[in-house]
């Protein structure tokens, strides 16, 4: 047992007890929550696809760290005007708020279920991407809701089942990647909010697609 685990195990688990969770914040006050460590390798694994003209919700950040220099034109989509890196402002579901047909690759992490009608989000992007562009997609399984301006649109968590059938329904099964991240030990060190800096690396590398914490997605507009 690594001193990490020690640790864990000495420090936290009367708190694990606790109906009230050692932190509310996913683990942000104490490191990078578990849930972004998932996604931050499937972004690693995908980073040639991040490429070309790119679009991000929010902000640019993911796009920066892992396309780089393979990026010619970045887009950041944000629903409501103000934001200061918003190179589009509108909603994902409406027709014509994308460019048509004019991205190379679409990064939307932990966004999808903010937006309840999520086909008609899915839809959006393929309309957006060029022929042979790529969306790369993740989504929350097993998770706590946010208590900030979020958690008043946090309508779904996905299962590997459901993210299938959405993305195979709208970009055809052939052209969809869906993986699943997480296990019964990584569920509860998210759901009590401990970053991924303080538990055991080599427990959350380990997949039981019955405690999905992370849904991937990799769809592709076919050529």
């Known amino acids: 047992m690594?001193?990490?685990?020690r640790r864990i195990g000495a420090g936290l688990f009367l708190r694990f007890l606790s109906t009230e969770p050692v932190s509310r914040e996913f683990g942000y006050d104490r490191g990078t929550p578990v849930d972004r460590y998932y996604v931050e390798n499937f972004l690693a694994r995908q980073s040639s696809e991040?490429?070309?003209r790119a679009l991000e919700i929010g902000d640019a950040a993911y796009c920066r760290r892992f396309g780089g220099a393979q990026i010619t034109q970045q887009e950041v989509l944000h629903i409501n005007p103000g934001n200061p890196e918003a190179t589009i402002v509108?909603?994902?579901t409406v027709p014509g708020v994308l460019p048509e047909a004019g991205l190379d690759c679409i990064v939307l992490t932990q966004t999808l279920h903010l937006i309840y009608d999520m086909k008609a989000a899915v839809e959006g992007m393929r309309r957006g991407l060029k022929p042979g562009g790529v969306a790369l997609v993740t989504v929350p399984g097993i998770s706590p809701v946010?208590?900030?301006?979020?958690g008043a649109t946090w309508y779904w968590s996905l299962t590997t089942l459901a993210a299938t059938r959405l993305f195979g329904d709208v970009f055809g099964?052939?052209?969809?990647?869906?993986e699943t991240f997480g296990n019964a030990y990584a569920a509860t060190t998210f759901l009590q909010g401990l970053a991924h800096e303080e538990v055991s690396k080599r427990k959350l590398d380990v997949v039981d697609d019955r405690y999905p914490v992370i849904i991937t997605i990799k769809a592709r507009r076919a050529a």
Do not use: F, H, L, M
């Open 2 to 5: 690594s001193k990490i685990d």
């Open 50 to 52: 991040i490429r070309g």
């Open 90 to 92: 509108g909603d994902i």
């Open 146 to 150: 946010a208590e900030d301006e979020w």
């Open 173 to 178: 099964p052939e052209n969809i990647e869906v």
